[in-house]
Nanobody, 125 residues
Framework: QVQLAESGGGLVQAGDSLRLSCVVS????????VAWFRQAPSEEREFVAA????????YYADAVKGRFTISVISAKNTIYLQMTSLKPEDTAFYYC??????????????????WGQGTQVTVSS
C-alpha cells in the first residue's frame, strides 16, 4: 500500500520561502506521477504543481508559476515543493498525491490514486 507523508508547513510572512516535502513509501517514486494540491477554508481543492516520474516533466498552476518549484529525489522517494515569494492567498492545507499515469494536463484530483494527510501553510501579510 502506497503511503504519502507531507512535512514542512508552517507560519511565514508574505515574501518568505518555505519548502514542503512528501515522502512516498510502499513503492518507488519513479513509478508514479506526483502532484501537490492545496485547499483553503471554504474553498475547493486546487491543483498546484505536478512532476512526472522521470523528474523532468513538470506542470504548474498559473497562480504559482515562477514562484513554486516541484522536484523529486528518487533515491529518497521524496518530492519537494519549494515555495518562494509567498502571498497571503497561498495560505491553505497542502496535500501530496500520487498517480500511476502521467497525463498531459495533470491538474485533476481524479488522476491521483494516493493522498497524504496534508500540511498547513499560513502566510501572514
Amino acid at each position: 500500500q502506497v503511503q504519502l507523508a507531507e512535512s514542512g508547513g508552517g507560519l511565514v510572512q508574505a515574501g518568505d520561502s518555505l519548502r514542503l516535502s512528501c515522502v512516498v513509501s510502499g513503492g518507488p517514486v519513479r513509478h508514479y506521477a506526483v502532484a501537490w494540491f492545496r485547499q483553503a477554508p471554504s474553498e475547493e481543492r486546487e491543483f498546484v504543481a505536478a512532476i512526472n516520474w522521470n523528474g523532468v516533466t513538470t506542470y504548474y498552476a498559473d497562480a504559482v508559476k515562477g514562484r513554486f518549484t516541484i522536484s523529486v529525489i528518487s533515491a529518497k522517494n521524496t518530492i519537494y515543493l519549494q515555495m518562494t515569494s509567498l502571498k497571503p492567498e497561498d495560505t491553505a492545507f497542502y496535500y501530496c498525491a500520487a498517480g500511476i499515469q502521467w497525463r498531459p494536463r495533470p491538474t485533476s484530483a481524479e488522476y491521483y490514486d494516493y493522498w497524504g494527510q496534508g500540511t498547513q501553510v499560513t502566510v501572514s501579510s
